[in-house]
């Protein structure tokens, strides 16, 4: 399969600007369901992307969570869940996963970030995963 993008490949901006404003094109509107990649085995996502904007998550068996700094732009979706990707490296951290994902057709993949502080714009302590979600409606 593909390569998981590496973290450091990223520009040094950090985040990309949010969307203002945003309505989610009627191919991305759905639920998605997936997982990401981790030493520890697959951890289980589900992506729910409603028709006023609103993407929630759900980590494993942790609560859902609403999509903060959501960026959509040619296709590439991206923004920071407050929420764990339950990895030993992670458990020392209260911290936020940043995703960057692609969408393709009927896929969304790309990378789920670990970031060690919530306000850090840059990916000092960024653990990248791989992440593969597929719509199922």
Known sequence: GPVPPRAARRPAGGFA????DFVPPG???GRWTGQV???EGALPVI???????????TFGDQPTVDLANLSFKDGRLSGAFPTSLQTKDS?????VVYLDLKLDGE???????????P?????????????DLHRVR
């Open 17 to 20: 600007a949010p969307t203002r």
């Open 27 to 29: 191919n991305l509107v």
């Open 37 to 39: 990649l981790r030493d």
């Open 47 to 57: 992506l729910d992307v409603r028709p006023d904007g609103k993407i929630a998550g």
């Open 91 to 95: 458990e020392r951290y209260s911290y």
């Open 107 to 117: 896929r969304l993949f790309g990378a789920a970030v670990a970031l060690d502080n």
């Open 119 to 131: 306000k850090s714009q840059t990916f000092v302590a960024g653990l990248s995963h791989w992440m």
